[in-house]
């Protein structure tokens, strides 16, 4: 079957799309019919940076997959990428991120030339 397969991200290419920062705290407090009570307080996590899409990548008929812009609050300004496509039935995408200004890859986002060809 001829199909669009997506890799996605190496396990350090999520992580940096999975990093959080505590913007506030919740506080609660909860009180049980028998009178007694409890309380605390848990973080509010957020992403640690906005997306801007600078452009929908199409490999595959309908298939779309946005490529982003990633404003860091540390002031890093890091980009997604396609880092390779090799045809197997259709397109592999492998993506990876990089420096938006320089396009300098984040070494331990790039996939192995081994992962790609055994793709």
Same mark, same amino acid.
């Given at each position: ?7 996605? #991200?190496? *396990?350090?290419?999520?992580? +940096? /799309?999975?990093?959080?920062?505590? =913007?506030?705290?919740? &506080? #609660? ?7 007694? $009570?409890? $309380? ?5 996590? *957020?992403?640690? !940076? ?10 595959? !008929? ?5 490529? /982003? ?6 002031? %890093?300004?890091?980009?997604? !990428?396609?880092?390779?496509? @090799?045809? &197997? $039935?259709? @397109?592999?995408?492998? !993506?990876? +991120? %990089? ?5 300098? @890859? +984040?070494?331990?986002?790039?996939? $192995?030339?081994?992962? =790609?060809?055994?793709?």
């Amino acid at each position: 079957m001829r199909c669009w397969q997506p890799q996605g #991200f190496t *396990a350090a290419g999520n992580g +940096i /799309l999975q990093e959080m920062v505590q =913007i506030g705290t919740r &506080s #609660f407090v909860d009180t049980f019919l028998d009178g007694t $009570s409890n $309380s605390g307080t848990h973080p509010i996590m *957020a992403k640690a !940076y906005t997306e801007e899409v600078y452009e929908t990548h199409n490999p595959w !008929y309908d298939e779309k997959e946005d490529l /982003l812009i990633l404003r860091f609050n540390d002031g %890093r300004v890091l980009e997604t !990428y396609v880092q390779a496509e @090799p045809w &197997s $039935s259709g @397109p592999c995408t492998f !993506y990876a +991120i %990089r420096d938006h200004v320089t396009k300098e @890859p +984040i070494p331990e986002t790039l996939w $192995s030339e081994d992962q =790609i060809a055994n793709a």
